[in-house]
């Protein structure tokens, strides 16, 4: 079994999760930047988190959620 420690230094995410960078976002949900930006500010998107003084980030589990909740209600509106 790897160590949490190896297991960054192999790029591969915690157990508990990991943050996207805005271009993994993107690749994500399939969303353009603006747009992305357009629904935070709007309430309909999870914020980023500020990960460093230059850096933000989201929580994959966040973005999986709001997916999930999309992808739910376009099912249910169908």
Do not use: H, N
């Not at 915690?14 to 629904?39: C, E, H, K, N």
Request: glycine content about 8%; overall charge positive; aromatic content about 8%.
């Amino acid at each position: 079994m790897k160590t949490a420690s190896q297991r960054r230094q192999e790029g591969q995410p915690s157990a508990g999760g990991r943050f996207l960078r805005i271009s993994d976002v993107v690749a994500t949900v399939g969303l353009s930047r603006a747009t992305i930006y357009r629904m935070i500010a709007s309430g309909d998107f999870p914020k980023q988190v500020r990960l460093t003084a230059q850096c933000s980030g989201w929580w994959q589990a966040s973005v999986d959620e709001w997916t999930r909740a999309k992808l739910l209600a376009a099912q249910d509106a169908a």
